[in-house]
């Protein structure tokens, strides 16, 4: 690998990105330095803008979609930033290049009824259901993100809020509503006697091996991954024939459209952890126009008027 690409993963993992998205960029970059080898025997270093806009060709060509495209040149350009700050290179050839206009897809949320029937799968009183239908719940309430429900701390825990982790170890705080308060004590207490007595500070623990200890991650022992939390909303939803292709995400919008429903966009937009507004406005496109006129329609200010003076 590239030694200006190792600097900047080395960059990246101390700026604490998560390993998910290390792992993403690492392969968008090596993607690129290989291709680059394999059609010019170039470096990443040598790179021109005119090679960039051959690598655009080329994943196009390859039925590559643009939101996609874009995705990887976003990547590429942050490579060539920390490349330009470390004084290796002097110019980004990215700098004349706008991204590709992308399609707008309408992305269609989990309704009400999917949501019950999702979380009312895991309806068993044994360990694996009461932990599967909590971190169903938890999603759903919080729109939490699925690395950070898998990075809860028990300590984390409040009474009537969640202390959340999320990018760039941004901490914020999502309320606990009386359902989820409900459905979180008795998951501790379901957790407590399969631990039996073993430790673990994360809030969900996975499952245990054949040989009866508990699964450890690298780091800590008995913390579920981000697989395993995307397994338990696929598992529920193919039983239940709802469509999870866009999984943790979908409930992220969800809990958007849902929300809306009762306070503003940048109360969403906090709760969420998203740095701008425009972020969570993309979360809210798919809202379907009679859900939109049925809101219009209670927010009429000359109706609020006549209700509160009858």
């Known amino acids: 690998m590239n030694l200006s690409l190792e600097d900047y993963i080395t960059e990246i993992e101390i700026q604490n990105y998560s390993k998910y998205t290390v ?11 290989r291709w680059l080898w394999e059609s010019f025997q170039m470096e990443l270093e040598d ?10 060709k080329y994943l196009l060509d390859k039925g590559i979609k643009a939101n996609t495209t874009n995705t990887k040149l976003k990547t590429l350009n942050n490579f060539y930033k920390f490349c330009i700050k470390e004084k290796i290179l002097k110019d980004n050839p990215l700098d004349d290049i706008e991204l590709l206009k992308e399609e707008k897809v309408m992305i269609k949320p989990f309704s009400i009824e999917d949501i019950q029937k999702m979380i009312d799968f895991y309806c068993g009183s044994n360990f694996m259901d009461v932990r599967n239908r909590t971190i169903l719940t938890c999603l759903f309430e919080t729109g939490v993100r699925s690395a950070e429900l898998s ?4 300590t984390d825990v409040f009474d ?13 705080l999502v309320p606990v509503s009386l359902h989820l308060k409900r459905q979180l004590t008795k998951y501790r207490r379901a957790r407590e006697k399969y631990l039996k007595g073993e430790e673990c500070p ?17 780091s800590s022992i008995g913390r579920m991954g981000h697989d395993a939390v995307l397994n338990v909303v696929k598992r529920s939803g193919k039983a239940c024939g709802v469509d999870v292709k866009l999984l943790v995400h979908s409930c992220r919008r969800s809990y958007a459209q849902i929300s809306l429903g009762h306070t503003d966009l940048y109360t969403v ?4 952890g998203h740095n701008q507004l425009a972020t969570t406005e993309r979360y809210i496109q798919s809202m379907e126009d009679k859900t939109v006129l049925e809101r219009g329609r209670n927010a009429s200010p000359l109706t609020t008027l006549r209700k509160r003076y009858s």
């Open 160 to 172: 009537d809020a969640l202390l959340i982790r999320g990018k760039g170890n941004k901490q914020r």
């Open 47 to 56: 790179a021109t803008t005119r090679h960039i806009k051959r690598w655009i």
């Open 269 to 272: 937009s906090r709760l969420l």
């Open 202 to 218: 994360f809030l969900f623990v996975c499952t245990r091996t054949k040989g009866g200890g508990l699964k450890k991650d690298v």
């Open 23 to 33: 792992k993403n960029k690492k392969a968008i970059l090596l993607q690129f330095e």
């Open 151 to 154: 990075g809860l701390l028990l």
